[in-house]
Nanobody, 125 residues
Framework: VQLVESGGGSVQAGGSLRLSCAAS????????MAWFRQAPGKEREGVAA????????YYADAVRGRFTTSQDNAKNTLYLQMNNLKPEDTAVYYC???????????????????WGQGNQVTVSS
């Protein structure tokens, strides 16, 4: 599975951005897709995850109510709509995919097999 991310950039606090992640390859075996982020000096953290078969979603407490992840099956694309952005949302955002089998903890990085290249999101106050 190959993952190519797009979107991101710089925005002021309170603004919105949308990230996209286009998947190719053995996408029929993908069970979960997710978004992670990593700020300088911090560990990578799970932001949002989506179960491909029923579009069930999982969110970190820090973004619940502000971020929404969704999929377009026809385009094999995952989206992350980020609203009411805060300076603490500044990070490199990564798309990830898990193939074969249920994830016990969908927001844990160790559950995922494939990763995108990462996109910088910068929120200024």
């Amino acid at each position: 599975v190959q993952l190519v991310e797009s979107g991101g950039g710089s925005v002021q606090a309170g603004g919105s951005l949308r990230l996209s992640c286009a998947a190719s390859g053995y996408t029929s075996t993908t069970y979960y897709m997710a978004w992670f982020r990593q700020a300088p000096g911090k560990e990578r953290e799970g932001v949002a995850a989506l179960y491909i078969f029923d579009s069930g979603t999982y969110y970190a407490d820090a973004v619940r109510g502000r971020f929404t992840t969704s999929q377009d099956n026809a385009k094999n694309t995952l989206y992350l709509q980020m609203n009411n952005l805060k300076p603490e949302d500044t990070a490199v955002y990564y798309c990830a995919a898990r193939v074969w089998g249920a994830a016990v903890r969908p927001l844990w990085a160790s559950e995922y097999n494939y990763w995108g290249q990462g996109n910088q999101v910068t929120v200024s106050s």
